[in-house]
């Protein structure tokens, strides 16, 4: 179960990529410098701050204007890829398509391309992480008005290919869209921070929101295909999470239960997206007229879009077990009428815990979740996310010899090789969350995915020891074959 087993650093192909990862909101601070405009996770975190331990973005790790010791930073650690996104509210500060372009912010992003560039680090450019420009919330709800969503949207896209797409040659349209849909629209936790309590329709509204994301990206890999393809030559696609999940017991309810539960995490936006088709069978019979229909013209953009995809964007940090639950599900049940737990029917934990109670070392899981992905859709894999925070990461020195993190990630890219050599899948790129400590959501600045330790009163940045290993075994692994 990851307990004892020993890191074997196992090869890697020459050409596989290696890389970190962020995301806008989380590092670059900065947060009304330039004209930046407010987003979701600006008010998310101001109205009521106990939501997000008391803390919020405001300053971050401040890369905004940090930006050249950060690449410095990642140049030193030989990585071939920056996996970053774009603040929208940046940009356009209203968010809006017929709102101003705010030029600073296009500067911004142009320096850190070139920078990156300069270094022979390749830019993977996120368009959404999860901080949609305050005023289309504000106008119309955001994902909840799909045409209003999709033709702001398209306007951003469009803004960023031609601007940066000269430079920029792959693409990511939405980070995980489960977790925008559910955490954001159902428990409420992410922001807009919609739930039950809040009056939300908990029984409908996640499924509209994914239906908007569907159907926003599918219009927008159309119109890079169309309009920028064939100068650009990049490629575009979306990056879904998902845990891993094992049955509960041996009992063919919980055998079931285990592949529903990552058809309604996965297929949910796997099946339009990759196969061009409607949402899995499962989610069908379990949700109703709950899930939103797709006419018949979105499902031929579906079917459109679906062969110009180029990769499959994977981040994946643990696995849990699935139970089918012996009671008729809740009317806003979103799970298939499951329960996850990290400790199974004879008691048996899925593996060591983290500083996060939700992320456990489960090496063996991520080859069976890649396994899964590959068998369904067929795509070369990118692990776009993965990574961990230590127990009792909470002083330097504990931060900086992170023992536990540099086990994990030897374990997972050892699952990595064997998902490429003994099972045949494509495996090619892994980027690390995260290159740098920095603000966890609704967890704010407690726990620390960073290979690079950030002290949040100085904001002085300390590479530990899993940047070290992460370098060398990059080096080790892709010479072995
Ligand atoms: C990613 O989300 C994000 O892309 C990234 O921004 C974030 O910093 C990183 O992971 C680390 O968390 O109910 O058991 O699912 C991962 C999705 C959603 C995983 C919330 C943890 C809560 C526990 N996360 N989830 S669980």
């Known amino acids: 179960t990851g307990h004892d087993l020993p890191v074997e650093n196992l090869p890697l192909p020459k050409d596989f990529s290696w890389g970190a990862a962020t995301a806008a909101y989380q590092i670059e601070g900065a947060v009304s410098q330039d004209g930046k405009g407010k987003s979701i996770w ?14 919020n973005g405001d300053i971050a790790c401040d890369h905004y204007n940090r930006v050249a010791e950060d ?23 209203l968010g809006g398509r017929n709102d101003p372009i705010n030029e600073k912010g296009v500067a911004f992003y142009n320096g850190l391309i070139d920078q990156l560039l300069a270094k022979r680090i390749k830019p993977v450019v996120t368009l959404y992480h999860w901080d949609a420009p305050q005023g289309i919330y504000d106008r119309y709800g955001a994902f909840l008005n799909t045409a209003e969503f999709k033709a702001d949207y398209e306007h951003y896209a469009r803004l960023c290919f031609t601007r940066f797409g000269d430079r920029v040659k792959t693409w990511v349209t939405f980070n995980e869209p489960y977790i925008i849909s559910i ?19 908990t029984k409908t509204e996640p499924w509209r929101v994914g239906h908007t994301l569907i159907l926003s990206h599918a219009s927008v890999v159309q119109l890079y295909t169309k309009e920028f393809q064939p100068s650009q030559a990049g490629t575009i696609s979306i990056v879904l999470n998902s845990h891993f999940y094992k049955p509960y017991s041996s009992s063919q309810a919980d055998v079931d239960a285990a592949q529903r539960r990552l058809e309604f995490y996965i297929g949910w936006f796997g099946d339009p997206i990759f196969l061009g088709q409607d949402y899995p069978v499962s989610m069908r019979s379990y949700l109703g007229s709950r899930l939103p229909q ?48 990290s400790v199974n029917s004879e008691g048996i934990e899925i593996g060591p815990v983290s500083g996060l109670q939700w992320l456990r070392m489960a090496p063996e899981g991520f080859r069976k979740l890649m396994n899964w992905v590959w068998n369904r859709y067929r795509l070369p894999i990118i692990i ?14 504990v931060a900086v010899n992170d023992e536990y993190r540099e086990r994990y990630l030897g374990l997972y890219l050892d699952a990595i090789s064997r998902a490429i050599y003994e099972d045949k899948i494509p495996v090619q790129g892994y ?40 370098k060398e075994t990059f080096q080790k692994r892709r010479q072995q074959l």
């Open 183 to 201: 955490f954001g629209h159902h428990s409420g936790v992410l922001a807009p921070g919609h739930c039950a309590e809040m009056g939300t329709d």
């Open 384 to 397: 776009t996310e993965n990574g961990c925070p230590c127990p009792g990461e909470t002083q330097l020195e």
């Open 71 to 93: 690449v410095g930073l990642m140049s030193s650690l030989w990585v071939d890829v920056y996996r970053f996104s774009i603040s929208w509210s940046r940009l356009i500060p």
């Open 431 to 470: 980027y690390v969350w995260s290159l740098m400590d920095n603000f966890e959501w609704s967890a704010g600045y407690g726990p620390r995915f960073g290979i690079v330790h950030v002290d949040y009163a100085t904001l002085k940045r300390t590479p530990k020891n899993s940047a070290k290993y992460l």
């Open 294 to 341: 797709f006419t018949s013209d979105e499902l031929q953009l579906l079917q459109q879009t679906a062969s110009s995809k180029a990769f499959y964007g994977m981040n994946h940090y643990s696995t849990k077990y699935a139970r089918a639950l012996p009671s008729p599900p809740a009317a806003d049940d979103w799970t298939g009428n499951i329960e996850e737990s």
């Open 42 to 55: 600006d008010t998310f975190t101001h109205l009521e701050p106990s939501r997000t331990n008391g803390e």
